[in-house]
């Protein structure tokens, strides 16, 4: 047996065919460009021909992602798994109101549809009636088929055709065994059914054998309805239900928004309420804010109305998770949700009030203590059912002060003009004058209750110093929630007399007032820079934004980047979505509300309600008690000396501008004319004396102003006295306003 010889005799170009091959490990396959220096004039250096410099200070390539392990492993994973477990019973079980509800909502079904079948029940019995012949013909026919065994029929003519007599006799003696015995039990039967029939009907009153003849006629009824016949019992179909969401329908619609890309579903979609409920990652490089900014074309790609579609961030989560909640019915179709203290109940403004409703339908509440509130949207959008309820809310409690300045002139506030210690309505300058006085007495109120609270000890304010409602209650102190409303409070803050001092106090207010039981809600259909002091917008704490136009009014309600960080109100259509918008608590806790819808004439009862509860409380003040509120008068004795100044004098004597004063302002002046003797009676002493007191008493009085008197000469008036010069006066006319401080 010969054996091949050694390879190293044979060359691999001769003998063996080239085939692309895996080069083996630690061998670095030949190149092109390897080939190409071979066959180039490139000088090749051998590795021990070569130096390897700075060693040290080469870099090694180094795996990046084999990181040390920081997890807990196994328990820290399923511990983050059971924070997010579901609850172990639902929410209609765990929660009260809920079950409430349902219960409430299955007796109304149940006792609504047997009532509604109740009424037509007739009408069924007829038309079963009219199919009743039917009915028979068909029961006869299937009798007869049975009892004569027509249904082998077929087989027998088949075997008898096939010529096989054998089978065919034995199918004939089956078939006559069959009807005679089918005939028999049939006869028995028969005769059993109307023997028994026949003593029923004779033995038994009319009135009891009817229903017997009657459901006998609807039995044979329901037999005869012909195949394409309308159902007997009548159904209908809401064409507010929605379809079911399903996945497929989301991602379909989110594409169709130009979003591509993997969507990844967190949780699978679940009932939430009254609707569904979808959490999905949007793809890499997609936050929500596309999504909340296109909601009526995502409600377009989806089928559905825009008033069952509300797509939702996670702030909690990141800015590319998509919380989709779509309801079952439509709720613009829908009854309207009544107000829980609609028809009983009253408030403790320390505890929540119900303010409105989320999509889902829960009742949202809202607290109102230290806090202000902040309404705007552009007209029609809905904001007088934010400030109603508040208003209501207030009046309901009947420890709370109400000062309300309807500012639009409409009375749609009026129904609690019956509890409120102050009330105006209009928009001329008297009313701006009075909202501006307002707002002078309810700083004065607020320094007044400052004082008190700090002088009070240590275990009274455990929390800090503020109003507790401990504080509230006791009558002497004073401190009292006191609810002050301002709607359309952009007429006050636009105008040209009094907008710039209202908007220097209501910031004041809104920053320090809070926590001394004083609570502002300001409302504007105008939310910009001039009509929106940014003094307030910056400093109030919850704010209720409904629909806008754009994001500039967003953030002015909502606060700074809401708008960027995804809380948008131009998402809202005022003419479908009246009273919804945001409600943001703060930056990080905001959501869809829409605030209770009142009626006038039921806000009317509940103001009636409230009356009551104060008239029997002892607690109406103010307008409510009969007083009448009189304007704080702001004037000072320099508007006073401008006002009796004679025109066209530059210089004035002391004693002259004294009398002038006591003749403008008798009330506030006629002291400083007074003396023990009268005038025609004093000798010329006495009156250089009188005189000198009155020029004295004017400048103490202007010192504080810096305001000074000299020596005045006035030829054919008297010569050379103590005066002011309206120089000065002017001068201090132009200053701050307040008086300086005396030197």
């Known amino acids: 047996m010969s054996h091949p010889e050694r390879h190293e005799q044979h060359p691999d170009h001769e003998n063996v065919v080239s085939f692309p091959t895996r080069p083996a490990i630690g061998v670095v396959p030949e190149t092109e460009t390897a080939r190409e220096l071979e066959r180039s004039d490139v000088e090749r250096v051998a590795p021990e ?8 200070n080469s870099v090694a390539s ?4 084999d990181l040390p392990a920081t997890r807990g492993g196994w328990i820290d994973d399923h511990k983050a798994l059971l924070e997010q477990v579901p609850a172990l019973l639902p929410s209609y079980l765990r929660d009260k109101q809920e079950m409430a509800e349902n219960a409430k909502f299955i007796v109304e079904y149940y006792a609504r549809m047997g009532a509604y079948r109740a009424t037509r029940s007739p009408i069924y019995l007829l038309k079963l009636t009219a199919r009743s012949p039917r009915g028979m013909g068909r029961a006869i026919g299937v009798w007869g088929q049975w009892c004569f065994d027509t249904e082998a029929n077929e087989l027998r003519k088949t075997v008898a055709n096939s010529s096989r007599t054998s089978e065919y006799m034995m199918l004939s003696r089956q078939h006559g065994a069959r009807v005679r015995t089918r005939i028999l039990v049939s006869l028995i039967l028969a005769l059993s059914v109307t023997t028994v029939g026949a003593v029923a009907l004779a033995a038994a009153p009319a009135w009891a054998a009817m229903p017997g003849i009657v459901a006998m006629l609807a ?15 009548e159904r209908w179909t809401s064409p507010h239900i929605q379809r079911e969401l399903t996945s497929a329908e989301v991602v379909s619609s989110l594409e169709a928004l130009g979003i591509k890309g993997h969507i990844d579903f967190v949780n699978p979609i679940q009932t939430d309420g009254p609707g569904w409920r979808a959490e999905v990652d949007l793809p890499p490089g997609y936050l929500t804010e596309k999504v909340l900014e296109e909601r009526a074309k995502l409600a377009g790609a989806m089928r559905r109305p825009l008033t069952t579609v509300w797509p939702e961030s996670d702030p909690e989560a990141h800015p590319g998770r998509l919380v989709l909640w779509v309801a079952k019915k439509d709720p613009a179709k829908t009854k309207r949700r009544l107000w829980p203290l609609m028809k009983s109940g009253q ?26 509130l902040l309404i705007g949207g552009v007209p029609g959008s809905g904001k007088t059912s934010g400030v109603m309820v508040t208003a209501l809310a207030g009046a309901l409690d009947p420890t709370c002060e109400m000062w309300v300045y309807e500012l639009k002139g409409s009375g749609d506030l009026d129904p609690v003009q019956p509890v409120c210690h102050r009330y105006v309505s209009g928009d001329d300058d008297e009313h701006c004058a009075s909202g501006l006085d307002a707002l002078r007495k309810l700083e004065k109120e607020l320094k007044r209750r400052k004082k008190i609270i700090a002088g009070l000890p240590a275990d009274q304010v455990p929390k800090g110093r503020k109003v507790y409602p401990h504080l509230a209650r006791e009558k002497k102190l004073g401190l009292h929630p006191l609810l002050a409303v301002f709607d359309e409070a952009h007429t006050l803050f636009e105008h040209e007399d009094y907008g710039k001092e209202a908007a220097d106090i209501a910031g004041r207010l809104v920053r320090k007032a809070r926590a001394y039981g004083i609570i502002l809600i300001i409302t504007t259909q105008r939310p910009d820079a001039k009509s929106l002091p940014k003094v307030v917008s910056d400093n109030v704490s919850t704010r209720f934004c409904l629909a806008v136009t754009g994001h500039t009014a967003n953030d002015l309600v909502l606060g700074t980047s809401m708008y960027k960080n995804g809380v948008r109100a131009t998402m809202f259509d005022p003419k479908k979505e009246a009273g ?3 409600l943001a608590k703060s930056s990080h806790d ?29 607690t109406l003040t103010g307008e409510a008690a009969g007083e009448s509120i009189t304007t704080e008068d702001t004037t000072t004795l320099l508007d006073h000396l401008t006002t009796v100044w004679p025109s066209g004098e530059d210089t004035m004597h002391s004693v002259r501008l004294v009398e002038a004063l006591a003749s403008f302002r008798p009330d506030t002046y006629a002291h400083w004319v007074e003396a023990d003797t009268p005038l025609e009676e004093m000798s010329p002493e006495q009156m250089r004396t009188h005189e000198t007191r009155m020029a004295t008493t004017l400048s103490n009085a202007l010192a504080p102003f810096g305001v000074h008197t000299g020596q005045v000469t006035k030829r054919g008036g008297g010569g050379s006295r103590k005066g002011v010069k ?18």
């Open 49 to 56: 021909d070569v130096e390897l410099v700075d060693a040290e």
């Open 62 to 65: 180094r795996p990046v992602d």
């Open 219 to 233: 039995l044979f009824g329901a037999a005869g309805a012909k195949a394409d016949s309308r159902p007997i019992v």
């Open 347 to 372: 408030t403790d403004l320390f505890e929540d009030i119900p303010f409105g409703f989320n999509p889902r339908g829960q009742v949202i509440p809202l607290n109102l203590m230290y806090t202000n």
């Open 580 to 582: 919804t918008g945001w």
């Open 590 to 618: 905001t959501q869809i509300v829409r605030a209770a819808f009142i009626e006038q004439a039921e806000a009317i009862e509940i103001g009636k309600r409230a009356l009551a509860l104060r008239t029997a409380a002892g």
């Open 726 to 743: 309206r120089a000065d006066l002017e001068a201090a006319m132009n200053r701050s306003g307040a008086p300086a401080e005396a030197e």
